[in-house]
């Protein structure tokens, strides 16, 4: 179902879901003037459709992650897609850490939380080691780019608010951005109960405080305690993924930009790259990963040629940046926002039981 396919309340609908996903159908179907009754049966066939799905995401920074970390490889063309999928699959996906991954024919990048750097530099020498003894890997090592929450700055988390407005010709006020959410402000750790209790509300996503009780052992009442305060300390984030190649859109862009030692951007200056299609931003002082939405070549064509300028006017960089293009109808999710691992992994290791109550 493309975008141009979908009825103005179907759009104002999933719109809606995805702009404010923490809001309830009463409270959406307030906001965007829609009667519930119709938010309600409209929400059902978009996501039996696959249109959208809705993700918990963790914000293990405040759990005791040090680092958010991204890898890309350029690939050997010869071997098939699936092939070299599987034997990811079979020897570096299962890598907890790793939350989210997409390969295509000859390139693919993964991004990660971690503990420590430790545990990011195992997984990629296990791709290196893998990839290079199947012949997989093409001129380089898979590339690094390590982004501590001390240091960095987390601007954009996969929202993809801005891309649906631009497409779907609807307004937007300006999103503030994820970077508060991803400060480190020393570890929180939980006591035996919350850390289930987190633990399944990121694994489902979609069940009901019922639901996760009965997983845990718990009464609906003491999970919905939880889980409020979960959102209201910081240790949540609810976020809806749109189904981009169902809607029409075309390539997603990676871009890994290095800035020039002598003259480095501000935060004014990356606020300019951060453009309606960009569905992701990490920066720390001197690179920065954009992960970017188009609904066709023109627009990437446009946005990406308005970056390059601007860097090069303003001298933050001293040579231009290769932008990797994925295509929607092309490309393989190897995983998509898998964060329950990581999630486990992270709680197991903090030691000390202390209450966020």
């Known amino acids: 179902m493309k975008q141009s396919e979908l009825t103005s309340n179907e759009q104002k609908v999933l ?36 249109m959208f799905y809705q993700v918990a995401v963790p914000l293990l920074n405040r759990l005791g992650s040090e680092l958010l970390a991204i890898i890309y490889t350029q690939f050997n063309p010869v071997i098939p897609l699936e092939e070299r999928v599987q034997k990811a699959k079979e020897s570096i996906e299962v890598f907890d850490e790793i939350f989210y991954s997409i390969g ?25 080691e893998t990839f290079g003894r199947l012949g997989l890997l093409e001129k380089e090592y898979p590339t690094e780019v390590v982004f501590p929450f001390s240091t960095s700055s987390i601007i954009r988390f996969f929202d993809f608010s801005r891309a649906l407005a631009a497409v779907f010709g609807m307004k937007q006020m300006n999103r503030e951005t994820d970077e508060q959410r991803f400060q480190t402000n020393g570890p929180i750790y939980l006591s035996e109960k ?6 399944n509300l990121v694994g489902h996503p979609n069940a009901s405080t019922q639901q996760v009780g009965e997983l845990v052992g718990m009464s609906r009442h003491t999970v919905s305690r939880m889980k409020k305060r979960f959102f209201d300390s910081g240790l949540l984030k609810q976020i809806t993924v749109p189904n981009l190649k169902q809607l029409g859109f075309e390539i997603l862009a990676f871009y890994h930009l290095q ?25 720390r002082k001197f690179e920065t990963v954009i992960i970017s939405a188009y609904p066709n070549y023109q627009e990437y064509k446009i946005d990406k040629m308005e970056k390059i300028r601007y860097l090069k006017e303003n001298e933050f960089i001293v040579y231009t940046p290769s932008v990797r293009k994925y295509m929607f109808d092309r490309m393989v999710f190897l995983k998509q926002f898998d964060f329950a691992p990581i999630t486990k992994k992270i709680l197991e290791a903090n030691n000390n039981i202390v209450s966020t109550k």
């Open 194 to 199: 919350e850390k289930k209790v987190y633990t």
């Open 259 to 283: 800035f020039n030692p002598g003259r480095v951007p501000v935060a004014e200056d990356i606020s300019y790259l951060d453009t309606p299609s960009t569905i992701f931003l990490a920066r």
């Open 15 to 50: 719109f809606g879901l995805v702009s404010n996903p923490e809001l309830n159908d009463s409270e959406l179907a307030a906001k965007y003037h829609v009667k519930l009754s119709t938010l309600t049966s409209i929400k059902r066939r978009l996501y039996e459709k696959d």
């Open 104 to 128: 295509e024919q000859e390139k693919g990048f993964s991004i990660s939380l971690s503990k420590n750097y430790t545990n990011i530099g195992h997984i990629n020498e296990v791709r290196t």
